[in-house]
């Protein structure tokens, strides 16, 4: 078949073109315009995977020191007593003492704040006035470190003490490191407050300190 090469019209069986051209091709049928060449996908990589080596982990770390009345002795043996920390501490979801000597302890806590969950030993130091707990094998922690200071309380009030206690911690994963903030202050900051509970629930009310004072409570991160 024929058809006009400037105007495309076809030619009719009597040889006119049935456009007002005159100039005449071989009609050829169009073709597609080739498809494109297929793009090979690459496997994303996740934001916090790349972000991390720019923004790192942060240590985080928290103390507080208030006078309670109770006893020092009193608020040693509430902190000391690691396989009751599961009832009382906040997020504690289990505790248990592997090992026992004088002066040093071992134990395992399971400590859950949806939707991180880490279970770790920590190596236990005990004296007279100081309980220190160093994790030694977290997946989930660079560092861990917490420390009980036990001093005498108001002058002339044996039944009062004044507890002193630090944390410091920092998460192998950024991740955990961005969850981990969200809950610091809830978390961290109800510890000497359930202590205190706790040896309420065991000795009965506290002596009546005057004044009641907060000494001292300090974040930086």
């Known amino acids: 078949m024929l058809c006009c090469v400037l105007c495309g019209s076809l030619k009719s069986p009597t040889g006119r073109c049935l456009s007002s051209c005159a100039?005449?091709?071989l009609c050829t049928p169009k073709q597609r315009p080739p498809a494109p060449a297929p793009i090979l996908s690459q496997q994303a990589r996740p934001f916090l995977h790349l972000a991390a080596p720019l923004l790192g982990n942060k240590r985080m770390e928290y103390s507080e020191a208030r006078v309670v009345g109770y006893s020092m002795k009193q608020m040693y043996n509430v902190v000391?007593?690691?396989?009751?920390y599961r009832l009382f501490v906040p997020w504690c979801n289990s505790s248990r003492v592997l090992s026992h000597r004088k002066g040093l302890m071992r134990a395992e806590l399971e400590v859950g704040f949806s939707p991180l969950v880490e279970r770790y030993i920590s190596e236990i130091s005990l004296s007279p006035h100081q309980i220190r707990a160093v994790c030694n094998d977290g997946r989930m922690f660079n560092h861990l470190e917490t420390l009980w200071q036990f001093g005498?309380?108001?002058p002339g009030q044996p039944d009062t003490c004044t507890l002193d206690?630090?944390?410091?911690?920092e998460f192998k994963s950024i991740l955990h490191s961005r969850l981990a903030t969200l809950f610091f202050d809830e978390v961290v900051k109800q510890m000497v407050t359930a202590f205190e509970a706790q040896a309420k629930k065991l000795f009965g009310p506290q002596a009546e300190v005057l004044p009641r004072q907060r000494?001292?409570?300090?974040?930086c991160g």
């Open 23 to 25: 100039v005449l091709a």
């Open 80 to 84: 000391a007593n690691i396989e009751s």
């Open 152 to 154: 005498p309380g108001r």
């Open 165 to 169: 206690f630090s944390v410091s911690f």
């Open 215 to 219: 000494l001292q409570a300090a974040r």
